[in-house]
C-alpha cells in the first residue's frame, strides 16, 4: 500500500503547471504520476490545469463541458485566484 501524505498536495498542486508542461524532472514526474493514481483530489486540479491548457490554445475552438463541470471549474479557479492574491 503507498501511504499519501495530504501535506504534500499543495506542494504538488504548484508543480502540475509544469507536469502537464513536461518541464519537470524525470523523478518529480514519477513521483507526481503516483501520487495522482492514489489521490482524488490532485487527480481532479490536474483535470482543471488541463482544461484550462486547452481553453488557452485552442480558444477558437468552442468546448462544450457539462454544465455542473463548468460551474466546478470556475469555483476551482477562483479560489486560486484569491489564494494567489494572499500570497
Ligand atoms: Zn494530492
Not at 22 to 48: A, G, R, S, W
Not at 52 to 70: C, G, M
Not at 78 to 85: A, K, R
Amino acid at each position: 500500500m503507498t501511504q499519501i501524505n495530504p501535506d504534500c498536495c499543495p506542494e504538488l498542486a504548484e508543480k502540475l503547471s509544469a507536469f502537464i508542461d513536461e518541464e519537470l524532472p524525470l523523478e518529480v514526474k514519477q513521483t507526481i504520476e503516483v501520487h495522482l493514481v492514489n489521490c482524488t483530489d490532485c487527480e481532479e486540479t490536474l483535470k482543471v490545469e488541463l482544461f484550462i491548457k486547452q481553453r488557452l490554445s485552442q480558444t477558437s475552438v468552442e468546448i462544450s463541458a457539462p454544465h455542473e463541470l463548468v460551474i466546478r471549474l470556475r469555483e476551482e479557479i477562483s479560489t486560486w485566484q484569491i489564494e494567489q492574491d494572499l500570497s
